[in-house]
């Protein structure tokens, strides 16, 4: 079954050290996104991506940073530089902007706590 | 810059009763308007997407509409479950960027 898969479903860390969370897709979507979701708030997106090899900055970039090398994976690294890092993050993906019919699919999301 | 709300915040509605939820959104040139549920600790799972050409789509006891012109879209839940209790969100589709609104909590009382 095509899919995002988000690994690992939880993860600790402590504070000052880096941690990349993994985004894999098999659906052959060319676009993929990160959001970060805090309780009682709504979803905010970190970056996102259209095509191989590029990536745009969202609405909450800082203290963040991905990299996009394959088509299919899209892994975020929440850096020590990042105030407030515990949060539950997901990851997403369509066929690029402006397709219509182009639902978007999300991951499971991983829980980042932080301490 | 689009606003999309989703009102009321949480909705509680015993088993067995139809209902509707609301998404209204300010800017009217969307191309795409999803729906989606996500459980407690969960992604979100897909529920409906409806193109900007189109008025409505419908999948088992669910149909949701979408009226650009209001600015609104319904999602309208017949004979509703317990299971059907989860935070519903909208998504609209711009051509600059996916706009979420903050969800509805329902909760379907046995």
């Known amino acids: 079954d095509g899919g995002i898969t988000q690994s690992p479903k939880y993860l600790f860390r402590k504070e000052g050290q880096n941690v990349t969370l993994s985004c894999e897709q098999n659906l052959n979507h060319d676009a993929m996104y990160w959001y970060r979701q805090d309780p009682g708030q709504g979803l905010r997106l970190i970056y996102y991506s259209q095509i191989v090899n590029d990536f745009q900055k969202g609405d909450i970039a800082e203290g963040y940073s991905v990299s996009r090398e394959k088509k299919e994976s899209f892994p975020l690294t929440v850096t020590s530089a990042q105030k407030n890092p515990t949060a539950f993050y997901l990851c997403?993906?369509?066929?690029?902007?402006?397709?219509?019919?182009?639902?978007?699919?999300f991951g499971n999301g991983t829980r980042l706590t932080v301490t | 810059k689009q606003e999309v709300t989703q009102i009321p915040a949480a909705l509680s509605v015993p088993e067995g009763e139809n209902l509707v939820l609301n998404c209204s959104f300010t800017d009217s040139a969307i191309y795409n308007l999803q729906w989606f549920r996500q459980d407690p600790g969960k992604g979100l799972t897909s529920l409906l997407l409806?193109?900007?050409?189109?008025r409505e789509q419908t999948s088992g006891r669910l149909n949701a509409s979408l009226d650009k012109s209001s600015g609104r879209s319904t999602l309208y839940i017949a004979a509703s479950q317990p299971g059907d209790s989860a935070t519903y969100l909208c998504?609209?589709?711009?051509?600059?960027?996916?706009?979420f609104g903050t969800g509805t909590r329902l909760t379907i009382i046995p």
């Open positions: 998504v609209a589709f711009g051509n600059e960027k996916l706009t």
């Open positions: 409806i193109q900007s050409s189109q």
């Open positions: 997403a993906s369509s066929t690029p902007r402006g397709q219509v019919n182009s639902p978007l699919h």
